[in-house]
């Protein structure tokens, strides 16, 4: 029994140790990629801008109903920003295809006479120009899951519908040389510069390491990326066109241009541009995205800056969008669990269960080292016994039980007679006990001690052999002896005298 507890513990001890350093090479690998179950849905919301108030009506928005009116118009309004990010196939166990919807919802805006109106979504046919949807796209991107950057394998952007018994690539624009992060960050973000990708004007841009800051109970890395102007009419539709809406070709009084060099009713082409500044706020670990805000500015403007062009054409610039979207506590919150919940799996299975398993395993291989050394300790030396297995001086049995030599009886006292090779052990008499030190001497009636009957017939040690015989057992007398030998009788009696011999000395 005591062999296969020793294997046991050696055993488990081993395995704990190897299963400690195995999860932080192995399972906590398996455990940085992306998830194939994620779901993201995040909202934000439009908010006045640093240092102003009025978050009822913060955003700027063109009136798209203005194209058939006389003049442009611009709206004051309230925009809320959708977003859910699902996975879809093709995804496996190299790569994931995330697909992102996206829509923008005017919630109401207020004219520029101060009449405010809430917005409504059309939910069948042909949208109004008053409708409360102002845009809405389907972004789809295969990354890898170990870096959680693009791959190139599915890069597109849908922009309309589907049309009906159509698919989805005749509704979609193949996005090319995607390289930046966008709806999540790589495993273990640094203080440095990373590309992030804009949809609305496809392009890439560097997010720079600015601060560390914490939220919502997540140590996060503040990172800023400034997109560069881009004119979104170079950027075409599933037909290869230009985009609805990003060029317009209005009379200079419609769009209010008047000066040196233009007429009321010269056609003038104004291309729709956008730039954007974007803060995300990531936990470096995971790289989970906590929190996030934008300032997103799409204005119509000329293309033409050259000199031929009429200055006040050069230089007149209208809003098309100009909104900053701020993610609602809500998203903040949820995005901070789900930082919480990578963070546990990656501690507990590369930092406290391996810690928990190194310490079991040492533990149980230092207790089996222990009962190792003493087992070989306690065969060599027989439990304090001599090499013989018997008392520390090996001439007898050392047991302190009822079958060794001392008894159970804390009040019994013993002695030994004869020599230290005695072993039967006799009662020891008390100095104070009034018998005599030795036993009292058997009488002539003690059966024991009576003399066995003298056959006459026998011969005696002193007899004479036959005339003619030799007595080879004869032994001569020794004068020593008494003349009463009819049987040799050993001497019981130590008190009994010795023969005097000088009795028998010849003289001289």
Not at 263 to 290: C, F, L, Q
Request: aromatic share 8%; with cysteine; hydrophobic share 35%.
């Amino acid at each position: 029994m005591k062999r296969v507890l020793l294997a046991l513990m050696a055993f488990l001890g081993v395995a704990c140790i190897a299963a400690a350093i195995a999860l932080p090479t192995y399972l906590v690998p398996k455990l940085k990629v992306v998830p194939l179950d994620l779901d993201i849905t995040s909202v934000a919301e439009t908010v006045a801008p640093e240092g102003e108030t009025g978050d009822r009506f913060p955003a700027r928005i063109f009136d798209r109903c203005s194209v058939s009116e006389r003049r442009a118009a611009v709206f004051d309004a309230h925009l809320t920003q959708q977003r859910r990010s699902v996975i879809v196939d093709p995804s496996d166990e190299n790569q994931a295809t995330l697909q992102s919807a996206q829509t923008v919802r005017i919630d109401r805006v207020r004219d520029a006479d101060g009449q405010e109106r809430d917005l409504a979504m059309a939910t069948d046919g042909e949208l109004p120009c008053d409708d409360a949807l102002l845009t809405a796209t389907i972004d789809r991107v295969s990354v890898d899951r170990k870096t959680s950057v693009p791959n190139g394998n599915v890069s597109s952007l849908q922009l309309e519908a589907v049309p009906e018994g159509g698919n989805v690539d005749e509704a979609s624009v193949k996005l090319e040389d995607r390289k930046g992060f966008q709806y999540k960050f790589g495993f273990d973000v640094g203080k440095r510069d990373y590309y992030y990708y804009d949809s609305n004007s496809r392009q890439d841009s560097v997010a720079k390491f600015v601060e560390e800051r914490r939220i919502d109970g997540v140590d996060t890395y503040h990172f800023v990326a400034d997109v560069p102007e881009k004119d979104l009419s170079d950027l075409p539709d599933a037909s290869g066109e230009a985009a609805l809406g990003t060029i317009l070709n209005m009379p200079a009084r419609w769009w209010g241009i008047s000066g040196k060099g233009v007429k009321s009713r010269d056609p003038v082409e104004m291309h729709r541009y956008a730039k954007a500044t974007r803060h995300v706020y990531v936990e470096p670990t995971t790289g989970t995205i906590i929190y996030g805000y934008e300032d997103q500015h799409q204005y119509f403007k000329s293309p033409d800056q050259s000199e031929e062009s009429p200055e006040a054409v050069r230089d007149f610039e209208m809003d098309a969008l100009k909104a900053t979207f701020k993610w609602s506590d809500e998203t903040v919150a949820q995005q901070a669990d789900r930082a919480k919940h990578y963070l546990s799996l990656l501690n507990w299975g590369g930092k406290y269960v391996p810690i928990g398993l190194g310490v079991l395993g040492a533990l149980l291989l230092i207790g089996w080292a222990i009962l190792v050394w003493r087992g070989r300790t306690t065969d060599g030396k027989t439990d304090g016994r001599g090499p013989d297995g018997n008392g520390p001086d090996g001439d007898g049995p050392d047991d302190n039980g009822p079958n060794g030599d001392y008894p159970t009886d804390p009040n019994a006292s013993y002695a030994y007679s004869g020599s230290h090779e005695a072993t039967t052990a006799i009662p020891a008499v008390s100095s104070t006990d009034d018998t005599t030190v030795m036993p009292a001497q058997p009488t002539a009636q003690d059966p024991y001690w009576s003399q066995p009957p003298v056959d006459e017939t026998a011969p005696s040690a002193w007899s004479q052999p036959e005339q003619g015989q030799t007595d080879h057992n004869h032994v001569a007398p020794s004068p020593a002896d008494e003349t009463d030998t009819g049987s040799f009788r050993p001497i019981s009696d130590p008190t009994r005298p010795m023969p005097d011999y000088d009795r028998y000395q010849r003289p001289e």
